[in-house]
């Protein structure tokens, strides 16, 4: 560590956290796995320590990083030998029959890949959604269900492309970049692209190291006001402001997905505190045709993400709470772009995200008036609005140029 002191003469620390990874503090040992079947989407709540072993699940101790678990995942869509992934793993005799029955014979479902001339952008629960044209696909947020039989529908891993040319994350959040399901896809995805930390600071940890360390090798590392060019348009990068309890945290990005002219605005938990920031958006970018915003305007007490970082007092942990915009920072933005098509998001409410928010909604709730408010001023404006759940497929009407 450096010993420093801030802005007003405060003492602070900055971390050479990139070291971490080289000392004995980074120990893959410890890194594992639970395999289980699952019949539900009763699971335990992610912050919750230890996952014991049980009669029910596989626990594989394998780092990260392991390209077995590759090999794992890719058996999906790939067949091969048990024998073979069984070894690879090494899987220990006495847990060998168990994890026979996660397989099967049975040939998976063939994915239909998207040969449209449109743009088609897919909900896959929460904040996660996959922007698609005939020729490339954009991942935002993944965070992917599971199938089994149940009475929500649900697009999972299978109705995804067998690559991921762009996943992006938002923030560094376990809703917004959740491990199970980033390790699951890291066979498929060619690129990551992540907003840039502040370095050495404990509260905002660096993506580019943790993801190049679990064995991703392409990261793309965005700041603020830059551009990522794509096939047929670009990526853009702005900042946006709350949702961590007003900690200087650096790495959160909002994203403009611009193809062939057709925008679509990915907010995630933006809370539009200060309008004048959408204003010098819209100045450099105009009006937009899509726009998914996050409406969990009440948010969890600073301490649920960050309470082991330092000491806060109970009415400033309740005061300075995770949180995203509310009916009138939403439809500021609304009206600021001009939006042709609203979606409210990343509201938890999926039951395969409940271990991850713990969020239960009822009509009552706050964030269902705000929300509901949002939809019905838009609806009245003749906007297409609608609070997401479960799946949903939007089809542009703009015909996407093929490049010569």
């Not at 933005?333 to 409210?344: L, P, S, T």
Request: net charge negative; aromatic share 10%; charged share 25%.
């Amino acid at each position: 560590m450096e010993l420093v002191y801030n802005e007003n003469n405060q003492p602070s620390i900055r971390i050479q956290e990139a070291l971490l990874y080289h000392s004995k503090y980074y120990d893959t040992s410890i890194q594992g796995f639970h395999m289980q079947l699952l019949h539900d989407d009763e699971r335990p709540f992610v912050f919750s320590t230890p996952r014991l072993e049980e009669e029910d699940k596989v626990l594989l101790n394998i780092p990260f990083k392991s390209e077995a678990l590759d090999e794992l995942f890719k058996m999906q869509r790939v067949p091969q030998k048990l024998s073979y992934i069984t070894e690879l793993l090494g899987i220990p005799e006495k847990d060998q029959e168990l994890f026979a029955s996660f397989f099967t014979e049975e040939s998976p479902r063939i994915y239909d890949k998207y040969e449209g001339d449109f743009i088609r952008t897919r909900y896959f629960g929460h904040a996660c959604i996959l922007i698609e044209t005939k020729d490339m696909n954009i991942l935002v947020d993944p965070c992917i269900s599971y199938q089994y039989d149940s009475e929500t529908r649900r697009q999972t891993i299978a109705d995804l492309p067998e690559t991921i040319d762009y996943a992006i994350i938002t923030h560094n959040h376990q809703d917004h970049i959740l491990l199970e399901t980033m390790l699951h896809l890291r066979h498929k995805i060619k690129n990551v692209v992540f907003p840039r930390n502040r370095s050495g600071v404990i509260v905002d940890p660096s993506l580019k190291l943790m993801l190049r360390n679990i064995g991703f090798e392409n990261v793309i590392e965005m700041d603020q006001m830059e551009d990522l060019p794509i096939p047929g348009g670009k990526i853009s990068c702005f900042p946006f402001y709350g949702e961590h309890g007003d900690l200087d945290v650096y790495s959160k990005l909002g994203y403009l997905i611009n193809i062939a002219g057709y925008k679509v605005m990915c907010l995630a938990d933006s809370n539009n505190i200060e309008p004048q920031l959408y204003k010098h958006v819209h100045d450099i970018h105009g009006d937009i045709d899509v726009l998914f915003l996050g409406m969990e305007c009440d948010g969890a007490p600073i301490s649920w993400v960050y309470g082991s970082y330092f000491k806060i007092d109970r009415d400033k942990d309740q005061t300075r709470r995770l949180s995203g915009s509310n009916y009138s920072a939403g439809i500021d933005i609304v009206k600021r772009f001009n939006c042709k098509e609203v979606y409210v998001y990343a509201m938890g409410q999926e039951p395969w995200v409940k271990y991850l928010t713990s969020v239960i909604y009822t009509d009552e709730s706050n964030p269902i008036i705000q929300s509901n408010n949002l939809l019905e001023d838009c609806k009245g404006q003749g906007i297409v609005a609608e609070r997401l759940f479960g799946q949903k497929e939007i089809l542009s009407g703009k015909e996407v140029l093929q490049e010569n």
